[in-house]
């Protein structure tokens, strides 16, 4: 290996005693950047975003999700008249009954006591309405990606606020963020130690049981089984149900991710080239199908980086929804076109390098489907984006969805105290610019939610015809 060029005179210098710690405004603005500053600079992000995060707190610091009015349970939650919740709560004081204001007027219910009259109404009102939402019996969890190149486009915000919609229609859902930034994990107040507490242990694990079964090759063929390092065997140890965290939502969990779990971008290239049978991008996928998580929840939801590594591959192919969201700017549009661009190019290498071999071998050759790949436009203005949004829309046909998501007062106040728009408290706002600012969210939430209908009903008839067959 050759020796590096020395580096350019003027650019060291003799290295000084270490700064006493301080902020990152200690230092006179005109002096140079050592490595020193740059930990400054970190230390007061740092305590920045715990100030910041704090704002979500209760005195405990702990997260609680607010209570929800009798009007908006009537009106978002549970199709009801309020008047006839009123005679269900006087009829069954065994219910959750809410918390009464001051006053003595507007009843607040917690989500889990939503849940409770939920399953009351569907078992006992109307068989002409859904109380509860619908799942087809003995199908698994969908699980959804929401993924881009492009950062800013709000990805990790539709993800969040598609989860809490789920949740709010009733539905289980689990959120795994696959982004080292880890700011889906602080949306849902979660705290992850190391990447101990994120997915990284689960893909580890596959590694090492693939590393398992060709130990076992080997000694059939008498030869001497590779070792498995310490990171392996501990990993072997650890299931999905050991790193899923509650969190502030009852019907909400999480897999958090922190900034240690980018480490798996270099580690599982390592693995791959040590095993090349390895299939890595199936890890996360197995992994969750393997621990019984796609049978505990309803809807899994991955939020991935902004970026097509390792994790975003996992994500992807362990996805049955893949949703893209995108601005409808020229610099969106474009990154969007190579984002995809890059999706068929990385899977398609993948899928032509794993059928040579099975060709060759006389197996069946590998394929990978996605039920729906949607790309959504978000934060959007209508006053100044129409006619893109228009064009967009004739360009990528029913690739791209047809609502468009506002960007809102209502979330951008908000984002400001570390919550989702579905977090937000209605009386912290006037009432139109609450309802407004709902509905473009709900709007998504409902396309999104047809077209799992759409997917769920497809998969229940393939699956009866496959009985009948």
């Known amino acids: 290996m050759s020796t590096p060029p020395p580096r350019p005179a003027g650019r060291t210098r003799a290295q000084p005693s270490p700064p006493d710690a301080g902020s990152a405004t200690d230092t006179p603005a005109n002096s140079p950047v050592d490595t020193a500053e740059l930990a400054r600079i970190a230390a007061a992000c740092a305590q920045g975003r715990a100030d910041l995060a704090a704002r979500g707190l209760d005195a405990a610091g702990t997260r609680t999700l607010r209570r929800f009015s009798a009007w908006e349970v009537t009106r978002y939650l549970i199709p009801v008249a309020p008047a006839h919740l009123r005679r269900v709560l ?12 001051a006053g003595g007027g507007t009843r607040w219910f917690t989500l889990d006591e939503v849940l409770r009259l939920r399953a009351h109404l ?5 068989r002409s309405k859904e109380y509860q939402p619908w799942r087809p019996e003995g199908l698994p969890a969908k699980v959804v990606a929401v993924a881009n190149f492009k950062g800013g486009v709000g990805k990790t915000s539709t993800a969040a606020h598609l989860a809490m ?20 994990t602080s949306i849902f107040g979660g705290r992850v130690a190391d990447e101990w ?35 392996l065997d501990e990993a072997l140890k650890i299931t999905a149900r050991d790193v899923i965290q509650p969190t502030h939502w009852p019907n909400i969990d999480l897999i958090g991710a922190q900034l240690n779990l980018y480490w798996a971008e270099f580690q599982i290239p390592v693995w791959r080239m040590a095993a090349r049978g390895w299939k890595m991008w199936d890890a996360l996928g197995d992994s969750l199908a393997d621990d019984g998580v796609l049978d505990d929840y309803d809807l899994v939801f991955l939020d991935t980086p902004p970026a097509l590594g390792y994790l975003t591959i996992n994500g992807l192919a362990a996805a049955d929804i893949l949703l893209v969201p ?24 993948i899928e032509e390098g794993e059928n040579m071999a099975a060709r060759a071998l006389g197996r069946p050759g590998l394929a990978f489907e996605w039920d729906a790949v949607r790309a959504l436009i978000t934060r959007y203005d209508g006053t100044q984006q129409a006619e893109l949004a228009s064009l967009m829309q004739a360009w990528m046909g029913r690739a791209l969805a047809p609502q468009r998501q506002e960007f809102t ?9 570390v919550r989702g728009l579905y977090e937000a408290d209605p009386r912290d706002f006037n009432r139109d610019t609450y309802i407004r600012g709902r509905e473009t969210f709900d709007a998504t939430y409902a396309a999104f939610k047809q077209l799992l209908h759409s997917v769920w009903r497809r998969d229940a008839a393939t699956a009866t015809a496959t009985e009948g067959s």
């Open 197 to 231: 507490g994120t997915v990284f242990p689960l893909i580890a694990r596959h590694y090492a049981r693939h590393m398992q079964a060709d130990n076992r090759a080997r000694a059939d063929r008498g030869e001497a089984p590779q070792a498995l390092d310490e990171t």
């Open 165 to 184: 919609a789920a949740a709010l229609d009733g539905y289980r859902v689990l959120v795994v963020d696959l982004d080292s930034q880890g700011s889906m």
């Open 90 to 101: 006087k009829a069954n004081p065994e219910l959750p009954q809410g918390r009464t204001d």
């Open 409 to 417: 007062a209502l979330i951008g106040q908000a984002g400001e105290q």
């Open 326 to 349: 995108t601005g409808a700017s020229f610099l969106e549009f474009d990154s969007t076109g190579r984002f995809f661009d890059m999706l068929h190019a990385t899977f398609a290498s």
């Open 122 to 126: 569907a078992a006992e009102g109307s």
